[in-house]
């Protein structure tokens, strides 16, 4: 398990500034983890067990395509 001294969770809705904020610290020595870059990376590790959930739609070339996951997730 990770244990970080010292962390800073950065959220807000789209367009709030987070990426900005996170190259910023980036820059600056910080350590970034990516929530969305590791569930993406996780989809598209699983994609056969979202399709055999979802349905086929769901991949394109064995990946999944998060809008139409979303799509058909939501409904």
């Known amino acids: ?23 910023i610290l980036r820059e600056r020595g910080f350590e970034i983890i990516d929530a969305d870059s590791i569930a993406h990376e ?3 590790l699983c994609a056969s067990e979202v399709a055999a959930e979802f349905g086929d739609e769901v ?8 809008l139409v996951f979303a799509r058909v997730y939501f409904a």
Do not use: D, P, Y
């Open 59 to 66: 991949l394109s070339g064995g990946e999944a395509q998060r």
């Open 1 to 23: 398990m990770l244990q970080f001294k010292h962390a800073i969770v950065i959220t807000g809705s789209i367009g709030s500034g987070k990426s900005t904020v996170c190259e």
């Open 42 to 44: 996780r989809l598209n």
